[in-house]
């Protein structure tokens, strides 16, 4: 395994992405054209997975952390919602942002399971012997390790994939390559001189797209919800909702469990139910109130589909 070396040097005013001022309205639904906040910065895979879902003309509005993307998406001033990565197929869940879901006031209205594929870029005329050095997320590089042992190359960890193309494109390095998207490549003019690089190619992370309550309209042949709830401490009490689920014929995909601040060890549980029509979930919903302590309905939506 190579040394990685960790860089916070890239020259941010250079480099980084200029949130635009809000033009106002936006779409109210997945076939418009909106703005969205996004974790990363332009031809980051956040923004990959809001094309695909949104189309193509969507604007995003590239955000540092997740914190700043939910707050965004929750100003209808600012933006029409937002794009947040919830869990890798590898990595697992990504716990903080569960957290700051139940925080903010945002729905759920549809979800994108997007294959993560990691390319070597570089500009236009370098070639492989020309490479000293490969810029990426520590993610990225961790991903990549089996293609990068095979060379002697310097890796230097960066904040962001899409970042550290922009870098090379804007130094126009000729000794510096890039771990990141396709999308990064189009929009900063890089060669991918090796594609598909990661180790694993099975790699998928779930997308969650997101709107404010007031904005958010009824997903037409939703199959597919997020509930959190959270149960006392009597015994079987657990149990008794997951038995009201299955008995209701509904798939549970997901089942997370959450400490509840400031209480004696009690949990809150994430559930991903999947049903065949909305009135089956809606039943199954009532079924299990009285059963449970608190339950709070985060989104349904259409299941997403592995692209």
Known sequence: MKDIKKTSDIPKKEVGVQIASPKGGGREGAGGVGRFSIQGYEGSFHQVAAQQFFGKNVEVIPCATFREVVKIAGNKKESDGGVMAIENSIAGSILANYNLLQKSKLKIIGEIY??????????????????????????????????????????????????????????????????????????????????????????????????????????????????????????????????????????????????IPGSDFKYSFHADMEFDFKEQFNKVIEQIKPLTAGLDIYGIYKKGLWK
């Not at 520590?138 to 060379?151: E, G, R, S």
């Open 114 to 259: 997007l294959q993560i594929r990691q390319n070597l870029l570089v500009n236009p005329g370098v070639k492989l012997e020309d490479i000293r050095e490969v810029h990426s997320h520590t993610m990225a590089l961790q991903q990549c390790y089996d293609f990068l042992d095979k060379y002697k190359w310097k890796l230097v960890e960066t904040d962001d994939t899409a970042l550290s193309a922009k870098y090379i494109h804007q130094h126009k390095s000729k000794h510096v390559a890039a771990i990141a998207s396709n999308l990064a490549a189009e929009l900063y003019n890089l060669n991918m001189i090796a594609p598909d690089i990661q180790t694993l190619k099975n790699n998928y992370t779930r997308f969650l797209m997101l709107q404010r309550v007031d904005n958010a309209k009824p997903v037409e042949q939703a199959d597919k919800a997020s509930v959190n709830f959270h149960t006392d401490h009597s015994r079987g009490s657990l149990a008794k909702v997951l038995t009201k689920i299955a008995e209701g014929g509904i798939n549970l995909s997901k089942l997370q469990s959450f400490p």
